[in-house]
């Protein structure tokens, strides 16, 4: 060892950190395996016989934590979105088109990447140092998987530099390796693993860290978290990224108009299978972070991205039945139980039909043999009859099987509906499912986990059927809390029970339009049902009108809002509700006379404080936030890299355009506030 044989030990580390990173992330190493082995046993030598000496960051690391017990929750600021998705190029030009109209007819570059089929996670760094791996979970909450991560070829201990980062990207495992894997299940006499992707998935998420070590995984990040801090785009955040020595796709690319996306997109039809790993599509981004903040997103996906998705592959089957599932919303849909078969890596039993007139068209019958995908690689669907068997055709219904009450086909639609909305036992069932689920996610969001939701599965869930069995169907939802209440230990037993059915049960007081309409429109909703107040009845049937002359939600759901409380069931479930003093309407706090009272405010580029923050403190200001400048726009309030978009819609429109620090001014009237808007 030299004078200082401690900084001889970290420069030591350091160059192994460095061969492991050309090795795995560039594939490109510059020494053998034996000299790579050598200076391996080196630093495990000196790690011996100085263990107080061992940084976290050492390649020794990756190997060796004990078990853990549990994995803890991460709740993380900024969610991993889904994106939306298209299957042709249709659907891929509409996209283009919305973008390029989203953006006052300017066309943006867009960023072309590989879509890898494998499990997200998110890498946290602190000062370089990775602190915290997540799996994405529902999106808002992950759960804590560092020390299985660490065990991850490729997902550097430590970076290049000392920086503050939070980056996003997929594990994943090689064709090839996971062959291997499968190959040596078998010699074993072990039933081999499906396919790479549920494989990956299953590993990160051993309770054993040197379990994950023997599974040859790998990743490839694709997005920095605020990015906008580092770049001025996607791709060029990316090649930071890479500079930080973490693995980024080399086959990431840029598009500057159609004809240059739609190229991208026919060279990786033939590709996909070239590539060491599975991919299932392309994903397509804005990559200007300006003008991703002047698109915005919807209540579900980003506007400015969307994935495209590979043709899938296809096998054929004997139909055995065709089965009807009423859902929550009362459609009435055909699935298909069919010989299982292995499909893109997993066994299908079942299979979409989408609608009943499907189910004509094809003539589906008895014993059929049938053709599948998988749509998105995702979920199975029935394509074509591919040789007809002897059994009879399946008719279509015409009662709902869970009540018998007769269906209907609404005008201009194809499903087929139990228009019993609030009295048939599987729309019940399924309504409250579907709530339990989102008050458990309500729950874990606010730091109160524990107890399982009533999904598919678990007690909660055969409580809630025993609803359904044993008291016959639930005609309103009081007669649901009678009936939960009527169990043997009812609304008074701790467990189970208690957790999963009553408290779902109480929110069903509340009937909500339950097509189409997600948790941000019935916000829009209830705003909706409270403006003006010329009666009750009168203010629910105009509920939809005033939320589209208002801009709150779409022509769509207020349709489907307009339908709900026209219903016969609705209205005397709402009569019976307000009989007993029962509202639905929820209190709102109104702000009618603070500083932004009757302005617009359209809010874009980099701020320094959260956009979210910043919206909430205009509307509590009495202001309102919209996501495009308009002539109804009072203020464009411009942060760093503003998008051209943006100022030119303001400038065409007249809008005034002001700082982040003028923006602080009007929040608390101070003196040198910004002059009144136009």
């Known amino acids: 060892m030299s004078a200082d044989p401690h900084a001889e030990y970290l420069a030591l580390v350091d160059e192994l950190t460095e061969h492991d990173r050309r090795y795995y992330v560039e594939a490109n190493p510059t020494i053998s395996d034996v000299e790579y082995d050598r200076l391996n046993q080196r630093l495990r030598a000196v790690e011996a016989e100085h263990p107080d000496w061992v940084v976290a960051w050492s390649p020794s690391q990756r190997v060796g934590h004990a078990p853990v017990s549990d994995f ?59 602190v915290l791996g997540a799996t994405r979970g529902d999106g808002r909450i992950g759960e804590d998987v560092t020390a299985n991560v660490r065990m991850v070829r490729g997902v550097a201990l430590r970076l290049r530099e000392p920086v503050d980062i939070v980056v996003r990207g997929e594990i994943y495992m090689t064709k090839q390796e996971f062959a291997a894997i499968n190959a040596a299940r078998i010699e074993a006499g072990e039933e081999p693993f499906k396919n790479p992707r549920n494989t990956a998935a299953g590993s990160i998420k051993q309770l054993d860290p040197r379990a994950v070590a023997r599974r040859p995984m790998r990743t490839i990040l694709y997005e920095v978290v605020d990015g906008e801090r580092y770049a001025p785009g996607h791709l060029a955040s990316l090649a930071l990224v890479a500079r ?25 039809r033939d590709r996909r299978d070239e590539l060491a790993y599975e ?55 055909p699935v298909a139980i069919l010989d299982p078969v292995e499909l893109s890596g997993t066994t299908v039993g079942r299979a979409s039909v989408h609608n009943w007139d499907i189910v004509g068209k ?51 639609k194809v499903a087929l509906v139990c228009p019993n909305r609030l009295g ?9 499912r579907v709530l339990r689920i989102a008050r458990a996610d309500e729950h874990r969001r606010a ?36 009936a939960v209440g009527a169990q043997p230990g009812g609304g008074d037993r701790e467990g189970p029970g208690r957790c999963h059915v009553r408290p779902a049960a109480r929110g069903a007081r509340h009937p909500q339009p339950r097509r189409r309409a997600g948790p941000a429109d019935r916000r829009e909703v209830r705003q909706a049902q409270r403006a003006g107040r010329p009666g009750r009845r009168a203010r629910r049937r105009g509920a939809g009108r005033r939320a589209v002359r208002d801009r709150w939600i779409g022509e769509t759901i207020a349709q489907s809002v307009d339908r709900f409380v026209r219903d016969p069931h609705v ?69 760093a890299d503003t998008g051209k978009a943006k100022l030119d819609a303001a400038q065409k429109h007249g809008v005034q355009v002001i700082s982040e620090q003028e923006l602080d001014q009007l929040l608390t009237g101070a003196p040198g506030t910004a002059p009144p808007a136009t």
């Open 72 to 130: 803890p929750k991460v709740h993380r600021p900024v969610a991993m979105l889904s994106l939306d998705n298209t299957y042709d190029e249709a659907e891929l030009r509409a996209f283009f088109d919305r973008v390029v109209k989203g953006l006052d007819g300017d066309v943006p570059v867009f960023s072309v990447e590989p879509k890898i089929d494998g499990f997200g996670i998110e890498l946290t760094y602190k000062a370089g140092t990775l």
């Open 424 to 432: 048939c036992p599987a729309q019940q069932l399924a309504a409250i």
């Open 571 to 639: 209205a005397t479930v709402l009569r019976k509700l307000a009989e007993r003093g029962v509202d639905p309407e929820q209190p709102v706090r109104v702000v009618a006379d603070g500083p932004l009272s009757g302005k617009t405010l359209v809010v874009t580029g980099t701020l320094t404080a959260p956009r979210g923050e910043v919206q909430k403190r205009i509307e509590a200001a009495g202001g309102k936030v919209a996501g495009s400048v308009s002539k109804k726009t009072s203020y464009l309030v411009a942060g």
């Open 244 to 268: 930080l020595g973490l693995p980024v796709s080399p086959h990431n690319a840029h598009a500057a108009s159609w004809d240059d996306l739609i190229a991208c997109v026919h060279g990786w």
């Open 279 to 333: 991919v299932d599509g392309l994903v397509i981004k804005v990559d200007d972070f300006a003008l991703r903040a002047a698109l915005g997103t919807t209540a579900k996906f980003p506007r400015w991205a969307i994935a495209y998705k590979f043709p899938a592959r296809q096998v054929t089957t004997v139909l055995r039945d065709v089965q009807s599932y009423v859902g929550r919303t009362g459609a009435v849909t």
């Open 447 to 482: 730091g109160r986990e524990g107890r399982r939701p009533a999904g598919r599965d678990g007690p909660g869930a055969r409580r809630v059927g025993r609803v359904r069995a044993d008291r016959g169907a639930a005609r309103e939802p009081r007669a649901v809390r009678r």
């Open 362 to 412: 094809f003539g589906l019958g008895k014993g059929d043999r049938v053709l599948l995908e998988k749509a998105g690689e995702i979920i199975p669907q029935i394509l074509a009859v591919t040789e007809k068997g002897e059994g009879p055709a399946f008719p279509a219904p015409t009662e709902c099987p869970s009540c018998h009450t007769a269906l209907i086909r609404e005008e201009g």
